[in-house]
């Protein structure tokens, strides 16, 4: 049996986007199972993350992304609509998020079904690689597909959310488990990986391990 690496992913970072080709890689090259484990982001678990006194903290994720993502050859573009309904002069979170939710319920149900890392890449490319208007149409339905996937009969199984999210909750007692709260977060026996530019740390680990097939 693959020996399973944890990856902990929220559909609002960009960061876990550019983290999905690395993660997909790693199944190819070493004998490892990537388990997607979707969290809520930052801005919706922990709301005073972001703040107008933090205000650098944004303003840099929004500039280094995208360098990132054109070093790694990656289409980027900030998500229209973002996934999250925040004033970004403010800083406030709304109380309704239409969107949110249903992504990160979409992400569990996915691993549910075996194509956990395969549909978190496929539908955050289609969120972080500039398509317009991704929550409307067949967007969604055609990322599910490409991922081997039926968007309808994951969603008629999801239904009311309740079970999906307690799993979300879980995930997320899981992740502080790992002493961390960020993402990507990848964590293999017991040991964190913090972010997309640490996957090569973390190849060197199960090289060490003489994990490589």
């Given at each position: 049996?693959?020996?399973?690496?944890?990856?902990y992913?929220?559909?609002r970072?960009p960061?876990?986007?550019?983290?999905?080709?690395?993660?997909?890689q790693?199944?190819?090259?070493?004998?490892?199972?990537?388990?997607?484990?979707?969290?809520?982001?930052?801005?919706?678990?922990?709301?005073?993350?972001?703040?107008?006194a933090?205000?650098?903290?944004?303003?840099?994720?929004?500039?280094?992304?995208e360098?990132?993502?054109?070093?790694?050859?990656?289409?980027?573009?900030w998500?229209?609509p973002?996934p999250?309904?925040?004033?970004?002069?403010?800083?406030t979170?709304?109380?309704?998020?239409?969107y949110i939710?249903?992504?990160?319920?979409?992400?569990?149900?996915?691993?549910?079904?075996?194509r956990?890392?395969?549909?978190?890449?496929?539908?955050?490319?289609?969120?972080?690689?500039?398509?317009?208007g991704?929550?409307?149409?067949?967007?969604?339905?055609?990322a599910?597909?490409r991922?081997?996937?039926?968007?309808?009969?994951?969603?008629?199984t999801?239904?009311?959310?309740s079970?999906?999210?307690?799993?979300?909750e879980a995930?997320?007692?899981?992740?502080?488990?790992?002493?961390?709260?960020?993402?990507?977060?990848?964590?293999?026996?017991?040991?964190?990986?913090?972010?997309?530019?640490?996957?090569?740390t973390?190849?060197?680990?199960?090289?060490k391990d003489?994990?490589?097939l």
């Amino acid at each position: 049996m693959p020996t399973p690496i944890d990856l902990y992913f929220s559909f609002r970072s960009p960061y876990s986007y550019l983290a999905t080709p690395g993660a997909l890689q790693l199944e190819k090259d070493f004998d490892v199972e990537v388990v997607l484990r979707s969290v809520l982001p930052l801005a919706v678990r922990q709301p005073e993350f972001f703040n107008p006194a933090n205000l650098y903290k944004a303003l840099y994720i929004a500039m280094d992304w995208e360098r990132r993502a054109e070093m790694l050859g990656m289409p980027h573009k900030w998500p229209s609509p973002d996934p999250i309904v925040q004033d970004f002069e403010t800083f406030t979170i709304a109380e309704q998020q239409p969107y949110i939710y249903r992504l990160v319920w979409l992400g569990i149900e996915a691993e549910r079904r075996g194509r956990g890392i395969e549909f978190a890449a496929e539908l955050s490319r289609t969120i972080f690689g500039g398509t317009e208007g991704w929550d409307q149409g067949d967007h969604l339905a055609q990322a599910a597909q490409r991922a081997g996937l039926d968007l309808a009969d994951m969603e008629a199984t999801i239904g009311d959310g309740s079970e999906h999210q307690a799993a979300v909750e879980a995930n997320q007692e899981r992740q502080a488990e790992a002493n961390h709260s960020g993402v990507p977060l990848f964590v293999y026996n017991g040991e964190p990986f913090f972010g997309q530019d640490r996957i090569d740390t973390l190849r060197w680990r199960l090289d060490k391990d003489g994990m490589a097939l």
